[in-house]
């Protein structure tokens, strides 16, 4: 069982930057890749960036490359996403989730989700 808690959320204007937290419960959390998926309203949740096991491969949405970092430290258990040059449209709810398989950018491939952070930028 792994436990996810995000923070780091709020309201930026366009341009700015925010810097996500995704804490981790458990001894285990090394054997998970983690993942950050956001959801605007009135749309479906969708994959953006996500990090492997030890941390040496990364993975990024089209529409956040070049902005968005993922990041973790596993002796923290923590994941992180630093977010540069927001836009209006990447405003939305960010979670944190945990996988144990190697399919990285698919929602149902993954096994554990946090309760999300709001992330609001302005224009």
């Known amino acids: 069982q792994v436990q996810l808690v995000e923070s780091g959320g709020g309201l930026v204007q366009a341009g700015g930057s925010l810097r996500l937290s995704c804490a981790a419960s458990?001894?285990?959390?090394?054997?998970?890749?983690m993942g950050w998926f956001r959801q605007a309203p009135g749309k479906e949740r969708e994959f953006v960036a996500a990090?492997?096991?030890?941390?040496?491969?990364?993975y990024y949405a089209d529409s956040v490359k070049g902005r968005f970092t993922i990041s973790r430290d596993n002796a923290k258990n923590t994941v992180s996403l630093q977010m540069n040059s927001l836009k209006p449209e990447d405003t939305a709810r960010y979670y944190c989730?945990?996988?144990?398989?190697?399919?990285?950018?698919?929602?149902?491939?993954?096994?554990?989700w946090g309760q999300g952070t709001q992330v609001t930028v302005s224009s």
């Open positions: 989730a945990a996988n144990r398989g190697n399919v990285y950018s698919h929602q149902a491939e993954y096994d554990y």
């Open positions: 990090i492997t096991r030890g941390g040496l491969n990364t």
């Open positions: 458990g001894r285990t959390f090394r054997n998970y890749a």
